[in-house]
């Protein structure tokens, strides 16, 4: 049976697995065997998606099964998504989930941590759920849609946060995918109108100046707004790698911000970052990075999503 959950489009043999280790079939049906267990429930600051641009100095109740349809030699949360279901996953009906959100007064829900395409049947019906109770939803991703997925979830899903890592070459070779329908999902979002931030994690001697101005100007042309690059550190199959300097990385923000991306921030790293005006270059919140955010007046700085200094369009949902 073909799973048309991402773009492999898996042809799955009775009781056996797709590439992913989740969408299997069994006695002729196709299932995700992890469906409603979740191996991390936690509550988080929405700018550790990274989501700067949605509701800025909220909270969202974050959650993950298990699994990926990638195997990225420097995966940052491996334990996740390089499994499947384990004894110490929790039970969680999509339901249940939004009564969580709603009990700790969360405004979103975001499907993070590991692979959400690869479990996309629970985040659909969380999702619809969810919309039922005026809660928003929130996917972080790797971007490796389906044409099927993406049809489907973007009605359901509010914002996006979905991984550029890099160039073809290096999709092929660390992260065993494919970019093109990454560039695919990008592109199809921004056109429908949900929210979509961009991340790369930049490893200093494997991206190069080049990369980055060819995937800036690839952004450009697709109208993505905000753009987060995040410093590398060694983990799972690239401990051997140094951690991507600050320096390497503050060059690689101004060739980003050079091409005309008109938010670009920094992640995972001491360099401080402000949302200004891309129109008058006022500051108009201020935030540190995506581990620890100061957010101060804006409600009083962006109102009904314009610049209070110039009147200019901010990209995003502030309230």
């Known amino acids: 049976m073909v799973c048309n959950f991402c773009y ?18 069994e006695n002729n049906k196709l299932i995700s065997t992890g469906y409603g267990y979740l191996d991390a429930i936690a509550i988080d600051p929405v700018e550790k998606k990274p989501l700067y641009h949605f509701l800025p100095g909220t909270k969202t109740l974050s959650v993950a099964e298990a699994g990926c349809n990638y195997r990225c030699d420097f995966c940052q949360n491996w334990q996740l998504s390089q499994t499947t279901i384990s004894n ?44 039922e109770n005026n809660l928003k939803t929130i996917m972080v991703t790797n971007g490796s849609f389906s044409n099927e997925a993406l049809e489907k979830l973007s009605p359901l899903v509010d914002a996006f946060n979905i991984a550029l890592k890099g160039d073809s070459e290096y999709y092929k070779k660390i992260c065993k995918g494919n970019i093109e329908p990454v560039l695919n999902g990008i592109k199809y979002l921004v056109k429908q109108g949900n929210h979509v931030e961009v991340t790369t994690l930049i490893i200093e001697g494997i991206h190069t100046k080049e990369t980055i101005k060819d995937l800036a100007t690839i952004l450009k042309e697709f109208d993505v707004k905000v753009w987060h690059l995040s410093r590398f550190f060694p983990n799972y199959k690239m401990t051997d790698i140094q951690a991507t300097s ?48 100061i957010i101060r007046d804006i409600d009083k700085n962006i109102i009904n999503g314009k610049c209070i200094y110039c009147g200019s369009k901010i990209y995003g949902v502030f309230k």
């Open 246 to 293: 600050e320096k390497f990385l503050a060059q690689m923000i101004e060739i980003a911000k050079e091409v005309g991306i008109p938010f670009v921030y920094g992640g995972n790293t001491l360099i401080f970052s402000s949302t200004m005006c891309q129109n008058c270059n006022k500051e108009l919140i201020k935030t540190h990075n995506n581990s620890h955010v």
């Open 8 to 25: 492999r489009h898996c042809d799955i043999k009775e009781g056996q697995t797709g590439y992913c280790r989740i969408r299997k079939v």
């Open 88 to 131: 110490n996953s929790t039970y969680v009906l999509p339901q249940e989930l939004v009564n969580l959100a709603i009990k700790h007064n969360t405004p979103s829900i975001s499907f993070t941590y590991s692979e959400p395409i690869v479990w996309q049947d629970y985040v659909i019906d969380s999702a619809i759920i969810a919309k």
